[in-house]
């Protein structure tokens, strides 16, 4: 299995230790199941003009998003070697508009997801907030979304969903709500242990790395704005807390972090391609 660290989005109107926060997707190379991906950042449409499908605030006010269609997953996947049809499958930590953009480039992958997030996002879509962090026109081509609810599985102290229709036993979805309602980590096994995309669960490494940690003043206003139950938000936080403490063989990193990305680009075992991405393999 081999796993390529995309970045998929740069938003100029947040900042991480004076980086801009980006999009961190992972492509997943499979011996059987094609190419996966775990979430798309902004799609090409969006990355050539956003405001007809972001709207006014996120393109212009509050994220601001880079306009470069070389960041879009689709265009780092051909850049890779890869066919963009091979992408059969999308797995996502959420719903909400930065991590679902370029689903419309891969019209013909399944797209897998928790059921109480895809309720939210498509039938129940309740409240202006609602709408605004899930805008139809991201789901107006009909995506094949297969969905899931906790199975009473556990993976390390946490409910998981470990049978993903058509992926390999190493992808697991872990809920953890309070971003979102629905909101998941994905959890991937690799050679040499667990890594963890964490999504939003959290924006500041401090969260989930020190005890009590809190995110820094510019990423905690953003996360109390958007979250969906505060405290589910926090408990989770402290629960990915005590899963790396007590467990050696789990890395993690969240969707939005500059310095996480930074990292996992240059732990890199496989050569360095002319591509924002870079790929580990394991």
């Known amino acids: 299995m081999k796993i390529y660290h995309l970045q998929c989005g740069v938003i100029k109107g947040l900042t991480y230790q004076n980086e801009h926060l980006i999009c961190h997707c992972l492509l997943i190379e499979t011996d059987n199941n094609g190419l996966v991906l775990v979430d798309t950042g902004l799609g090409y449409q969006d990355l050539i003009n956003p405001q007809p499908r972001f709207g006014f605030g996120f393109s212009h006010v509050y994220a601001k998003p880079e306009r470069d269609t070389y960041l879009s997953a689709v265009e780092q996947v051909k850049k890779l070697g890869f066919d963009p049809e091979d992408v059969k499958n999308i797995v996502l930590t959420h719903m909400d508009l930065d991590h679902v953009g370029g689903l419309v480039d891969f019209p013909n992958a399944k797209i897998h997801v928790h059921d109480v997030e895809y309720q939210t996002a498509i039938n129940e879509r309740n409240g202006l907030k609602t709408k605004m962090r899930y805008p139809k026109p991201f789901f ?20 998981a969903i470990q049978q993903l229709e058509g992926l390999p036993p190493e992808i697991l979805l872990i809920p953890t709500a309070g971003h979102s309602r629905g909101h998941t980590a994905v959890a991937v096994q690799t050679e040499t242990g667990w890594m963890v995309h964490a999504g939003d669960t959290y924006f500041d490494p401090a969260e989930v790395t020190q005890p009590n940690g809190i995110a820094k003043p510019g990423l905690a206003l953003f996360e109390w704005v958007n979250q969906w139950d505060k405290q589910k938000r926090i408990n989770n936080q402290h629960r990915l807390y005590d899963l790396l403490q007590n467990n050696p063989d789990v890395e993690m990193f969240c969707a939005h972090n500059p310095m996480e990305l930074h990292k996992w680009q240059n732990q890199s075992t496989l050569p360095k391609q002319r591509i924002i991405s870079h790929p580990s393999q394991f």
């Open 140 to 159: 107006a081509h009909n995506p094949k979304f297969i969905t899931y609810t906790e199975q009473g599985d556990s993976w390390k102290g946490f409910d």
